[in-house]
């Protein structure tokens, strides 16, 4: 149901977080399962949900904090009790489950490919182009490939899950959404450094993620200096990477004004602290030179950290990175190298599309990452159970 959902409505996945979360709740045989299953991963997520929480204190807009507090805690406890009810699964339900998401997906695409080839009717619907109309679709579809990808593997060979990605990868690029084919590259690259190198790839990434993300802010201010942002302008002519240079570095600035405590949970959306107006240069494909305005922070700064940065300060930055830490080390534990390096294949798909595209409190996108890591575990989970 994920792959077809996040065609006709994206927002849907919540609800399918929901039912998933409510069915696991009620059919977990153990109801002290919080003290028992609630390891550092959980407990660092609802750290970020807590801190977030008592931002509302000093936010700008506490109304608006502590609703989103809630929505993240409703989010993160239908996610926990998902997982828990996958992960509780006989080996004969997770494999029908993993073949009915491998269908969907299969059955989603060439439903697309053929919307393509009649001239977009679906997508016309909507009266966007393929990049709004189905920016989410494709990215939900950056990420769901790996658990497709370790189905194939399982079921087949490696030659049956490089036509699948091929394939993908073919049909997103007809959706003209860059984020989610970059996502792909990245989580391929992942999978095969973690493959070949796993110990150095771990010692990297336990290296590079805290470096990144907690001088988010400061990285931003040293490298895209208006130099820079210009040179990058005379040759990348796509209109939204052109932009996302342009408000991550007021936003930076402005995240060095609160930078222990931030604006509050939510406050990037509130126009108090963004809505500024920039104008800045954009060079078309034919050489036209256009000047667009726009405000600093339209909805969100399209980047986790410095959307941490912003909203929670310093603190929760940290907070945000342990939370990756600690999604490092659940990885790490699976001890099998092929099962690390698909966790970090998605790993890697995720952490380009929260970096460069999305808000990261959005419900839909929070649900999709706890369905599809939900299902990715409990594939990886049977690998390992295989293995004793």
């Not at 959404?177 to 973690?194: E, K, N, P, W």
């Not at 990175?321 to 092929?338: G, P």
């Not at 409190?361 to 989970?381: D, H, V």
């Amino acid at each position: 149901m994920i792959a077809p959902l996040s065609i006709i409505s994206p927002r849907a996945l919540i609800w399918l977080l929901v039912i998933g979360g409510a069915i696991g709740f009620l059919k977990t045989p153990n109801k002290n399962i919080f003290t028992q299953n609630f390891g550092p991963f959980n407990l660092s997520i609802l750290c970020l949900i807590t801190w977030g929480t008592l931002s509302t204190i000093w936010s700008i807009n506490p109304l608006d904090s502590i609703l989103l507090s809630v929505r993240l805690l409703l989010i993160f406890l239908f996610g926990f009790f998902w997982c828990q009810y996958l992960l509780n699964l006989e080996m004969d339900q997770r494999q029908k489950i993993s073949s009915m998401l491998f269908y969907g997906v299969v059955l989603s695409l060439f439903f697309l490919l053929v919307d393509y080839f009649l001239g977009n009717p679906w997508q016309n619907l909507f009266n966007k182009s393929p990049a709004k109309a189905l920016a989410q679709a494709s990215l939900t579809f950056s990420l769901i490939l790996w658990p497709c990808a370790w189905h194939l593997y399982k079921k087949f060979n490696i030659g049956a899950v490089i036509i699948f990605i091929i394939f993908l990868y073919i049909i997103l690029k007809l959706l003209d959404c860059d984020s989610s084919r970059v996502a792909i590259i990245m989580g391929i690259v992942g999978y095969i450094f973690f493959q070949l190198l796993p110990k150095l790839s771990m010692k990297l990434g336990l290296l590079l993620i805290p470096t990144l993300s907690l001088t988010a802010p400061f990285l931003t201010l040293l490298l895209l200096t208006p130099h820079n942002i210009e040179t990058i302008t005379n040759n990348i002519h796509e209109v939204s990477y052109i932009h996302r240079l342009h408000i991550w570095r007021p936003v930076s600035e402005k995240i060095l004004q609160k930078p222990i405590l931030g604006y509050g949970l939510d406050s990037s959306r509130n126009r108090l602290i963004g809505d500024e107006k920039i104008s800045w240069k954009f060079i078309e494909k034919t050489g036209e030179v256009l000047t667009k305005t726009t405000s600093i922070i339209s909805m969100h700064p399209h980047n986790a950290p410095l959307q941490w940065w912003l909203e929670l300060g310093g603190i929760g930055a940290l907070l945000g990175t342990i939370v990756m830490l600690n999604f490092l080390n659940l990885a790490q534990s699976l001890q099998r190298r092929s099962s690390i390096a698909t966790a970090m294949a998605l790993f890697c798909s995720t952490c380009v599309i929260a970096w460069v595209n999305l808000g990261f409190w959005q419900n839909w996108w929070l649900a999709t990452l706890w369905l599809i890591g939900g299902l990715l575990a409990m594939m990886l989970s049977a690998h390992q159970s295989e293995a004793v």
